[in-house]
């Protein structure tokens, strides 16, 4: 059952298009990647879902309700990316406040502040001053302020961009932990191989519009790259691959050409070794999402059905 | 909403808004009290008949009084429009808004929550200053302020038409821009009050038309006038046998109530500030943030 549905989703500041037509749909209980260059609409369009911004057209809903609705909020945490905290409360206080606005009453506020704070590495730090937090800590601060509703879902821009690697990898391991507890998280980042790590699926956004929309084995699949170590290959044998793999190159022992698929891979070693190859090392080319980014994003726009 | 007028109340209180006007109004309120005692003292002097002294002495104090509500009002609605102008505009600037906003809060309930809590400070403040006022002057004089309640209200009337004014202001303009506006318009009705009451000193219908048409732009500078005839109007005016014959309003000029606002005037300020109240969450209601 799908979580967020995006339907022919458009939003026009003036004469600038920030989305258009943009149509997604994500289940419960996955890790939902949003992918885009600077300026392309992922922004505005998680800005749409959490209610900050009225679409000019189209339609939205998180958790069944529109993002306006306050009973859709309840079940909604956000971390925005250029956000700040009121600087005069400590860390447990702004986070309490937060489960208040939730929801929580006094005591269990308190209580709920703390266990997030502990969650978010922070359990030692909610007495100082929120002025005082580094912008590490005042991102933890913010990943703790959009859980401590117990959200069913979490949108999260940019959630480990001031955070070293230690603080990374601390983040991904709470995001897996809230993905196997069943929560939908909403990830809008720019740290490509963050998204591969920890996403089910992904949309990458051009220019306000998707242009693709999958799980990443589905993106990843496709076209794939092999390097091939041998000896023995022919000048015949070898015009013949060219006629059927036309970017085949030989380079002393090193073959490289692209297959239309891994799984093409094995016939292709065969057909070597039936030619009278002897083949000593046979690597085959990862796509990565960086690969299918650069590619989808210099190339075209995929419409939505 | 009453969640978000605490957190606005604790905030003022917390980032020392109030500690630094309650040290400026000290220091305004010593400087006040020094020249009140000096003036008092040094007239009572001039006078050989006793009833004649009293009554000399009653006026002033009644004067002065009005002068240092006068004076004070400007360092209460300094203070509304400098709290209330980065209330929306300035937290979407700074980004504190946006953790706010996704909350189950509706934006209603957001902007009223800051109104009320802002208000209730700036009560508080406008309070305290007022009764601080009064009680230098029953502290010198042994005088009870006439009208003291009414007049407090009139006092604490005033900040909150700016903060309604200045709060419609934040949803729509930047900090900086609401600040112009807010206290621009402040600035206006304030001339447009005095044209008011120079026009009525000097006869001109149509200057005191002007006046009335800015007091109904923002109706800030009619809650003092109404406020100084309450207090004014209460102490008796000459008889001119014993007593000498004057109107204590002539003595204030400008800055007294020749032109006093009407009870209509009182009801068109209160629904003015739900006017502006209504408006500031309309617009909030529809903007992107």
Known sequence: MAIIEVRNLTKVYGRQVACRDICLFVEEGQIFGLLGPNGAGKSTLVKILVGLVYPTAGEAKVAGYAPQDLRGRRQVGFLPENFRFHSWLTGKELVAFHARLAGLDGKAAGQRAYEVLELVGLAGEGQKLVANYSKGMQQRLGLAAALVGDPRVVFLDEPTSALDPLGRRQVREVLLALKEAGKTIFLNSHLLSEVEQVCDRVAIINRGTVVADGRLDELQAGPATAAIRLDGLTGELAAKLRLRYPDLQLEGDRLTLTLNGREEIADFVARLVAGGCRIYEVTPGHNSLEDIFVHLVREGELVCG | ???????????????????????????????????????????????????????????????????????????????????????????????????????????????????????????????????????????????????????????????????????????????????????????????????????????????????????????????????????????????????PFFNPQNILGPFGSQSTPSDWMLVYTLAYIVFMLAAAVSTFKRRDI
């Open chain 2, 1 to 243: 909403m009453w969640l978000m007028a605490l957190f606005t109340f604790r905030e003022a209180w917390r980032k020392k808004v109030v500690l630094v006007a309650g040290l400026l109004t000290l220091a305004f309120l010593a400087l006040y009290g020094t020249g009140l005692h000096f003036v008092l003292d040094s007239d009572r002097a001039n006078f050989a008949d006793p009833a004649l002294a009293d009554f000399i002495a009653l006026t002033e104090t009644i004067l002065i009084f009005s002068m240092g509500v006068y004076l004070s009002s400007f360092l209460v609605a300094g203070l509304a429009i400098l709290s209330a102008v980065g209330s929306i505009a300035g937290e979407i600037e700074n980004g504190t808004l946006y953790p706010l906003m996704v909350r189950p809060l509706s934006r209603r309930d957001l902007l009223l929550g800051k109104f009320f809590g802002l208000a209730a400070m700036l009560a508080t403040y406008a309070a305290l200053f007022f009764l601080a006022l009064a009680g230098l002057i029953y502290w010198q004089t042994g005088l009870v302020i006439p009208g003291l309640a009414p007049a407090l209200g009139l006092f604490v009337l005033k900040p909150m038409v700016l903060l309604s004014v200045t709060l419609l202001g934040t949803t729509r303009l930047t900090t900086l821009g609401n600040g112009v506006f807010a206290f621009g318009l402040y600035s206006l009705a304030v001339v447009g009050g005095k044209m008011e009451q120079i026009g009525v000193l000097l006869g001109s219908t149509a200057t005191v038309y002007t006046g009335v048409v800015t007091s109904l732009i923002l109706p800030a500078d009619a809650a003092y006038r109404r406020l100084v005839a309450t207090v004014v109007d209460r102490i008796a005016t000459g008889n001119g046998q014993d007593l």
